[in-house]
């Protein structure tokens, strides 16, 4: 599956923006999907995941009742909205997929077979 991720921008602090994820190729439905993000100087981390189906959705503490992982399967997308956001929010985003469609270690890099170019989300305070 190839993932083609869009939607970041500049953004003041407290503003909100979506991000989508395209994917072409296999099935999108088979995939779980995961949101993961990068700050310079810093290790990529976890961001958001959902299930194949789109019924159940994990994130990580840090964005948890300001952003939302929805999928959209007939359209081959996955989304995020990204609420009252804050400066350390400031990173490139990325979106990924996993071919095995357990629900387990969501919040590691190494369960995600493919990964999209990224996508750059800078909040200004």
């Known amino acids: 599956v190839q993932l083609q991720a869009s939607g970041g921008g500049l953004v003041q602090a407290g503003g909100s923006l979506r991000l989508s994820c395209a994917a072409s190729g296999r099935t999108f439905s088979s995939y779980v999907m995961g949101w993961f993000r990068q700050a310079p100087g810093k290790e990529r981390e976890f961001v958001a995941a959902i299930s194949w189906s789109g019924g159940s959705t994990y994130y990580a503490d840090s964005v948890k009742g300001r952003f939302i992982i929805s999928r959209h399967n007939a359209k081959n997308t996955l989304y995020l909205q990204m609420n009252s956001l804050k400066s350390e929010d400031t990173a490139v985003y990325y979106c990924?997929?996993?071919?095995?469609?357990?629900?387990?270690?969501?919040?590691?890099?190494?369960?995600?077979?493919?990964w999209g170019q990224g996508t750059q989300v800078t909040v200004s305070s």
């Open positions: 990924a997929a996993a071919s095995r469609k357990d629900l387990l270690s969501l919040s590691a890099v190494t369960k995600y077979d493919y």
